[in-house]
């Protein structure tokens, strides 16, 4: 991972406090004015960078990707080309964009675009997408809420808690949500009404994106997942609380969670996130075997969600990190696996709302507000107990070591009242 | 709908049970050993019909459909044209198949082939699967195994209840299934552990597909569901008993059920299905404004499970009828898409196992042996509290009147030991 070297510079200007510098080099797919084809791409400073250019260039000459890979809607057949091969793209992008490489300078008008003159589109096409339940805190915080006799139940400690959500409406920053309708039971009603959800809460997660398929009854072992996990993008799963407490009892959420999730364009790789590998919170009771792993598998990533009103004033309403995770990326693929579950390039796996132990670092307005009994006060003094329409929702992320800061962009989303 | 009129024959022998009469005409997708490219078809008598040839031929001329929607390993382009376009193809594909179509006939030999030669294939791709869980009777004989204090859940009878299930692992009839491993939690135990499923399950369900799309925001009313219901299919949900119980608190059930799910490989259009309609149970209470519907929107459908042994014993162990549904699939699509989830032409919605009110109609071994403690008795003389490795399970179902058959084919699947 040549990429990765922290000394690299480019040629191109990179501010000291970018989500994008040399380092990080992440998959995108964009769009612009002049071009309207949806197309693969880098991001480097503020500049988007076109790969299906740099290609037909030839810049890639040695490494025999198809132009088809790069001229796509989707990451999905960059993706299925392996990590071998997707992790030497990514090294010789990093050649083509160092500060000593004069030849890919000259070129720069061919490839370059101000990001702020971009469309970037979602960057991969779900098959199927995945929510777990991993954060401890976050469990802990809601089944105290909702069972105060039995906040934890007592599978939780044994099993990566997950559950299928709608692929379809996973959604690239940017897009605008529209409140839900539903079904809900006000406390001491005879019947449930139906309107819009007056309880719409976001919910601080991050997805990794699979990159490497398996056949059914195939089980992936958490040594082998980091070679099935492409990379890493920020995930608000986007909650109605409301629905959701009328609905989810046998069968788990469903329309509480289907309207809208929104993701960041950029799929940060696993190799970009290496340097921030961090010890594992400890697993006591011991997991099953299928569940033990070796070495780091946790990211020291800190995360911040912010509130934009209307009129633009914005409050940080949650620090978290990603490190708070009990269960970590490669145990949940294990676990999705090992019943034999088949995966595909683009499937999409989140985290669950990522808590961390003290109020400030709540992943969700249901902790963070306590059940809407401690509102947020918003620097224009009004205040929060769940999400208005007219708010946006951003969630922000970097990792950040010996002087190079890898940024994951934004994952925002405005909420509009219901069509 | 010329297609359904009753007194149509065809050219092509027919016998009298035979599941595919002129009146049925289904779509599905099949290849040949002599042209392995995927291809649509329809299915008369024992032959399959090859639609990309009949296309080639011009015999659809004034429909005006590119070869590209034949020429197709799904159905996904051909249901997206519309019921509009569809229906006009099924009519003419009816006439082309019709006794006094001497023309059609001749042609024969280019696009008829004996239905034992061809592979079939999977007829859609799946993009969303969502299961519903809408038969009174499974419910409750559920409800009372799990919960004897409290068998039906309040929300029951208030919303189709209905979660995301797995689309990568929707296989079609004929696909072998691995028993799968997973977590589980023995009575009175301490610690759970690793293994194969000993519980292995079938649900009887039937699937239906969409055809049309939706975006982000927008609801299909009860009025308008069927415009955007291509078609059924009969739908095998495959389920690990022991670890559905260990998991499935809070968030619904997991690796319990997406290991596989088997369907039949023809989609039988709604049109094929209309004289089979009948009146929905009464609702009561009274559902929601936005669950209520005109008509009848449930249909009179014989459905049939059979275990078969290794040796080729085969046991009929349910006779059901899709008629028992509580809820119907407009009020599902409905619900679905109320609060705004979008729906794409190829997702899957099952209806939950489908239970009547007597035993001998209960769709599920949980329920027909009743948590193993009523074997069922084999022809050669063993017994089955649940799947047993080696057995292949047969959904069958079809519908008659008028002295017409319309039949699904057969749902079947094969359980092979954990790979």
Redesign the interface.
């Known amino acids: 991972m040549k990429a990765n070297d922290p000394t690299r510079k480019s040629w191109v200007e990179v501010a000291k406090d970018s989500d994008f510098p040399i380092q990080n080099l992440p998959f995108g797919v964009f769009r612009t004015a002049s071009n309207p084809s949806p197309r693969v791409c880098t991001a480097i400073g503020d500049n988007v960078v076109d790969l299906a250019v740099m290609n037909y260039l030839d810049l890639f000459e040695e490494l025999e990707i198809d132009n088809e890979v790069f001229n796509n809607p989707y990451l999905n057949q960059l993706m299925a080309l392996g990590k071998t091969k997707t992790r030497a793209l990514r090294d010789r992008i990093a050649d083509l964009l160092d500060e000593r490489n004069d030849e890919a300078k000259d070129l720069a008008w061919h490839f370059l675009h101000p990001m702020d003159k971009v469309e970037m589109l979602m960057p991969v096409q779900v ?2 997408y ?1 929510d777990f ?1 991993s954060s401890l805190d976050h469990a802990t915080n809601v089944g105290s809420m909702f069972r105060p006799d039995n906040p934890l ?3 939780w400690k ?2 990566p ?9 996973i ?1 690239v920053s940017g897009t605008p ?2 409140r ?4 809900t ?1 006000p406390d001491g009603a005879e ?4 309107g819009p ?1 007056r309880l719409l809460d976001f919910e601080l997660e991050m997805g990794f994106v699979i990159g490497q398929p398996t056949k ?4 992936i072992t958490t040594a082998e997942a980091e070679d099935y996990i492409f990379g890493v993008v920020l995930f608000n799963d986007w909650s ?1 609380r409301d ?1 959701q407490k ?11 969670k ?3 999730s929104t993701i960041s364009p950029w799929i940060i790789t696993l190799d970009a996130i290496d340097p921030f590998r961090t010890d594992n919170p400890k697993q006591d ?1 011991e997991p ?3 569940l033990k792993f070796d070495g780091k598998k946790t990211y020291d990533i800190s995360l911040e969600v912010a509130i934009r009103t209307e009129a633009g004033a914005e409050a940080t309403v949650c620090r978290s990190n990603f490190k708070h995770m009990y269960w970590n990326m490669c145990q949940q693929l294990a ?2 696996t ?7 390039p683009g ?1 999409m796996c989140a985290s669950g709302t990522i808590s961390g132990p003290e109020p400030g670092s709540y992943g969700s307005m249901l902790e963070i507000t306590w059940r809407g009994t401690k509102p947020v006060k918003m620097p224009d003094g009004t205040e929060r107990k769940f999400i208005n329409d007219g708010d946006t929702v951003i969630l922000r992320g970097w990792g950040e070591k010996n002087g190079v800061r890898i940024g994951f962009g934004e994952a925002a989303g405005k909420v509009l009242p ?2």
């Open positions: 098959g199927d995945t339940y139940l007592p599978n044994h099993i808690v997950g559950y299928h959500g709608r692929a379809s409406s959604v949500i529209h839900p309708m539903g079904q039971m019947r449930p009404v139906f959800s059914m009854g195939q089980r109605a629905i009328w609905e989810y009892v046998p069968l788990g959420p469903f329309l509480a289907n309207f809208a009771p099953l075997d299928y676990h999705h090992v019943g034999g579950c088949n995966v595909n499937d219901p069509l």
